[in-house]
């Protein structure tokens, strides 16, 4: 079985330029959804896609959007980027479009705004 | 309302004594409660996790009690271990945003030789 896994580990970009995370979801799972953690943070919910529709939205900007794919990968878009963007980004795979299901999480992309 | 409060920031624990971490929260739609362990550079891990239905449980050296009329929980850490040292998040699934899950603010757990 594979585990989550995100792409690239490390990104470093410059204030007003766009970017594009990636995530593959673990064997199994039709649901992702997508976090932003700030140094010495918790986790905080960006949005979920189930069967490749946004399912469910946090308390982002519009600049911040998806994707998912047909075989349930997914993208992170953030365009017009902000100094306040930097984070590791976080994607969480489970099965059930947003039911009692449990999340599993990827290791990250550490995102750097210059 | 949609806030998971979690306490205290940092613990230090000798090996072999109980580390606890307690957490609370206000929306009664959250349905889910799971403990995640995080290390530097990496992504949290499931640890445990529970149903508002249920008011213990086990799973090795990690227990969640849950205190549904409270609005709490809390996880306790049996015999900690040097490896144990992570910083912990509890969280919440559902409330306002469907599939959500809310975080705690971590505590960093220290647990000496």
């Known amino acids: 079985e594979t585990g989550v896994t995100q792409s690239p580990t490390h990104l470093i970009k410059t204030r007003g330029q766009q970017v594009t995370l990636r995530c593959s979801s673990q064997s199994g799972h039709n649901t992702v959804s997508w976090y932003q953690q700030a140094l010495g943070q918790g986790p905080q919910f960006i949005f979920q896609y189930y069967r490749e529709e946004e399912n469910g939205r946090g308390n982002f900007p519009p600049r911040f959007s998806g994707l998912q794919f047909p075989n349930y990968s997914s993208e992170l878009n953030v365009n017009a980027l902000e100094l306040d963007d930097s984070a590791l980004y976080l994607c969480?795979?489970?099965f059930g479009g947003g039911e009692q299901e449990t999340q599993y999480f990827g290791p990250g992309t550490r995102l750097l705004v210059l | 309302q949609q806030q998971v409060k979690q306490s205290p920031q940092s613990l230090i624990v000798q090996k072999g004594g109980i580390s606890i971490i307690n957490c609370a929260y206000e929306n009664t739609a959250f349905d889910y409660f799971p403990w995640y362990q995080q290390f530097p550079g990496k992504g949290p891990a499931l640890l445990i996790a529970i149903r508002p239905d249920v008011s213990e449980k086990k799973e090795g050296r990690f227990t969640i009690s849950f205190n549904k009329s409270a609005k709490q929980f809390s996880l306790h850490i049996m015999d900690s271990q040097p490896g144990d040292s992570a910083t912990y998040f509890c969280a919440a699934h559902g409330g306002t945003s469907y599939g959500k899950l809310t975080f705690g603010q971590g505590t960093i757990l220290t647990v000496h030789p």
């Open positions: 969480a795979s489970s």
